[in-house]
Each structure stands twice: as C-alpha cells, then as structure tokens.
C-alpha cells in the first residue's frame, strides 16, 4: 500500500488526511514551494518526471514553483489558424461526457451534477445535453492554460473548498471535483456559444492564478493562467449543438492531449 492508499483507503490515514486537505496546509506548502531553498527540489523532479528542460523558458527560476508554472518555448504549442477548430485549453488526459439533468460525470466512482460543480442550477441547466470536457493535469504536464476560443469573459467565480489530489485512489474516495477550490469563467465566446472554462485546484495547490479576473475580451489562444504545485483539472463546458468533438475521444477515457490540438469543430 503505498502513501496516497494509506490517507485514503484507511481509517487511521482518514485522520491523517483531514488536516492535510485544509487551505491552512495548501497556503503554507505553496509558500514553502515558493522560497529560495526549494530550488533544490527541480532537478530531481524533472528527472523523475521525465520533463524535457530544454523545452522550457528557464532563465529566472528562483523556487520550486517558478519552475512548476515555466513557460513553454515559442512554437511548442501551436494553436490551429481555423477558428472553427475546438481546440484543448492545457495539456492533459482528457475525458468528455455528455452532460445529462442528473449525473454529468463519474471519473473513477465520483459522481456529480454540473449544478454541484458551478453551484449554479440555473447556469447548468443551459448545457444540459452538451459535452463537458474534463482534462486532468499530472504533474509532468504544462501547468499554463490558454482560452479555447475568443469572445467576451464575464468576471470569474471562485469557489472555495479544500484540496484533495485527483488521482484516481482519491477519485475512488470522495467527490472531489465537488470538494476541491475551484475557479471559471462563462464565456460568450464567438465560435462555440456560451461555454464555461473553469479551474480545478488538487492536493498542495495553494494557489489558481488566472490573469483575468475580470470581465473582458478574450482572445483564443491567450494565455487565461496558471496553476502552482500539484496536480490539477480544467473543465470545459460546451453547450448542445455547438461543438462536434472528435470520436477518438468520445470513446475513450483519459487521452493524451497537449494545449492548443484541435479535439473538435464548431458545430
């Protein structure tokens, strides 16, 4: 039994765990991951991640998370001209649901509806039978996120909760997309309606630093933010009869995906 089945799977690890997941510990661990000393921490992180460094914008890192958030090379994530391409907003395993009036989503025995995820009922309602996008974030992935499409932001909603890991051993545990702080924007977007591009924070994660709180104009393929330590999970929803998304992925579970690939078409 490794760690994460420990705090999850058993009662003495429940306890454990409880403090473990409060904002408290989140803050403090993104400060320590922020400070000079946790420099020493990347090279053995990259390695054993298999994180290609030479990919990366790394002339001012100064801590950990400097590192955890780099920027990626011009020309690495190249975002298709076509305006009428859905494109992925991160890198990530991506999985796509049809969203129904009651269960939207079940990822590994977690279930929710996609009133409990905006806590919003009259906002999910306006996607019922449209697509909901998930894209879990590992911590060898491109921790930066772009817009999927242009249009106009409304001011973002934040959602305080507290932080469990979105591996699958926690997955299988508690609700935690539910649970977990997260963050969106409704956007009116000019290619695919009204959607909602939202940002899950996972275990450590102290902090989801979106560069526009506000509302704006966005433009398609601008970076929207970034998260700090830890796994994570973008979710996009797409309403009925705005987007015909790819069958490789209506089919399959968790694919492989990298920011800016074309996953689908306006519809």
Known sequence: MNGLEFLYKTAAGRIIL?????????????????????????????????????????????????????????????????????ISPCDGLLSVYKISSDTVLNVKQSEFTVSGLLKDEALAREFYGGYALVFRLCVNHYHRYIYFDSGRQQENVKIRGIYHTVRPVALEQYPVFIQNTREYAVINSDNFGKAVQMEVGAMLVGRIVNDNPSSCDVTRGEEKGHFEYGGSTIILLIQKDKANIDDRFINSSEVPVVMGQTIGLSA
Do not use: T
């Open 18 to 86: 409880r403090p473990l997941v409060s904002r408290p510990v989140s803050v403090l661990s993104g400060k320590l991951m922020d400070s000079k000393a946790s420099k020493v921490l990347i090279r053995s992180f990259a390695k054993k991640n298999d994180i290609r460094v030479e990919d990366y914008e790394l002339d001012n890192i100064n801590c950990f998370n400097d590192f955890f958030c780099r920027k990626i090379k011009d020309g690495l994530r190249p975002v298709s001209d076509d305006p009428l391409h859905l």
